[in-house]
């Protein structure tokens, strides 16, 4: 068997299942938001979106179904903000006005990050040991550790990429007289339409 041929084919296409995943997240296809890596997951009250496709400062939302949004980061390509190093997606799903988030890492980049890993293993098993193949063998092993390594570390950043993407989305679309927010000594505070904090208001 000819390993490294067979592990440059799975890493070929473990590249290639990751821009047809990188698009289709682009494009707001459905089934691309139902693979990957669940990271996060709550529930809550929110009012569900009256425009079918809108953005807040760093996400891109799209209302695909009954109940349903999709939401990625904003890909800024032509600007100094660009942001592209994130992996997240998410939907909201609505029943009633209590409202699901879930947020996801992409699939692919995790298998291709296992697929180089157990490549290297494989190769390792399978060779001969002759230096060049060794050598080889072990630079695909250890580019395996690194990138899973990569991929799990993004995980807690992640998670507040998209804690972030959701706080931007309530804001947008909760009336200003019912949005609230909390200081650093625990005081709930309400926002009106002046550019102050807002007037603090009794606990419940």
Request: contains cysteine; hydrophobic residues 45%.
């Amino acid at each position: 068997m000819n390993t490294p041929l067979v592990v440059l084919s799975v890493w070929t296409s473990g590249m290639l299942l990751f821009f047809c995943e990188f698009a289709g997240a682009l494009c707001f296809s459905p089934w691309v938001f139902r693979i990957g890596l669940r990271v996060w997951r709550e529930s809550r009250r929110l009012p569900v979106p009256t425009m079918a496709a809108f953005e807040t400062p760093t996400a891109t939302f799209e209302v695909v179904g009954p109940g349903l949004c999709l939401f990625r980061p904003k890909m800024e390509w032509f600007s100094f903000g660009f942001r592209t190093r994130s992996l997240i997606k998410g939907t909201l799903r609505w029943e009633g006005d209590q409202a699901t988030v879930e947020a996801r890492l992409f699939l692919f980049p995790l298998l291709f990050a296992c697929c180089t890993l157990a490549g290297g293993i494989t190769w390792i098993l399978t060779t001969d040991y002759q230096e060049e193949q060794v050598a080889g063998a072990v630079f695909l092993l250890v580019m395996g550790m690194v990138f899973s390594g990569i991929y799990l570390s993004m995980i807690p950043s992640e998670i507040r990429r998209a804690r972030e993407i959701l706080s931007e989305y309530e804001a947008l679309v909760t009336p200003p007289s019912e949005s609230k927010s909390v200081d650093e000594f625990g005081q709930i505070h309400r926002a009106d339409d002046s550019s102050g904090p807002g007037e603090p208001v009794s606990r419940p």
